[in-house]
């Protein structure tokens, strides 16, 4: 507050500048615009919030930015699984962990959104930052796409987001079991420095973005940086579209 107060004051002072002010004359301006805030503080909440607004619009100028520069490592990595309607006329692309509580809670929500609308396309960004658990079923489920392609790892996807437990090899065994797949195979290829290489990628391009935090999502050039609602999502996407 105090910081914000200086800036104002000095922003106040700006036609002053130019003129040649003693000391004495400045401290009486200051001690005028001291009184004038603390009489009137609701005007450090209208400057608190033309800064708040003005940093946000910062802030989306600059992931549109970030968006457009990283659009081919977003939206067309042959290693990224591609859901919903390949050819459709929205992208979303969305980092999620396995682990994370507010990525299973948007995973129905993004699914209804998805498979109601019929027109997007939908990218998974396999971003594990959870620990090892997080690690160990990513590894599974790119692994998984890699042995029994994209049907296999849809299916390993959703049951995951849906899992509730910890995550063990054991555990992974039974999933792959209960699909029909080469546990065998997709075990072997878990440690492969392909699976590798894409987690590691994803790393890096969410690092780029500047993205920390799961779920984050990417609406064609807009981030979304956690949990959004469906009835928001779609507002978004139809937002997008007009």
Same mark, same amino acid.
């Given at each position: ?50 800064? &708040?607004?003005?940093?946000? /619009? !910062?802030?989306? *100028? ?9 659009? =081919? +490592?977003? @939206? ?87 899992? &509730?437990?910890?995550?063990? /090899? !054991?555990?992974? *065994? ?9 546990? =065998? +195979?997709? @075990? ?55």
């Amino acid at each position: 507050m105090r910081l914000l107060l200086l800036a104002l004051t000095f922003a106040l002072a700006t036609p002053l500048a130019a003129q040649e002010m003693t000391d004495a004359e400045r401290e009486a301006f200051r001690a005028e615009v001291r009184a004038y805030l603390l009489e009137n503080p609701e005007v450090l909440m209208e400057a608190i919030g033309i800064l &708040e607004q003005r940093e946000q /619009e !910062a802030q989306v *100028q600059a992931d549109v930015a970030l968006a457009q520069a990283n659009a =081919d +490592a977003l @939206f067309n990595d042959p290693t990224s699984f591609v859901g919903g309607n390949p050819d459709g006329d929205i992208t979303i692309v969305e980092f999620m962990d396995y682990r994370c509580g507010f990525c299973k809670r948007a995973y129905p929500e993004v699914s209804e959104l998805v498979s109601g609308d019929g027109n997007i396309r939908y990218i998974i960004k396999e971003f594990p930052i959870l620990g090892e658990e997080s690690i160990l079923a990513s590894r599974f489920a790119i692994a998984t796409r890699m042995v029994a392609g994209d049907e296999a790892y849809d299916d390993v996807h959703s049951t995951l987001m849906e899992f &509730e437990g910890n995550i063990s /090899e !054991a555990s992974l *065994q039974r999933i792959g079991e209960a699909f029909g797949l080469d546990t =065998d +195979a997709v @075990f072997a290829e878990m440690e492969s420095n392909e699976v590798t290489t894409i987690i590691n990628n994803n790393r890096a391009l969410a690092q780029r973005m500047r993205i920390s935090g799961t779920p984050t999502f990417v609406v064609e050039d807009q981030m979304l940086r956690g949990y959004v609602p469906l009835d928001q999502m779609q507002q978004i996407v139809a937002a997008v579209r007009g």
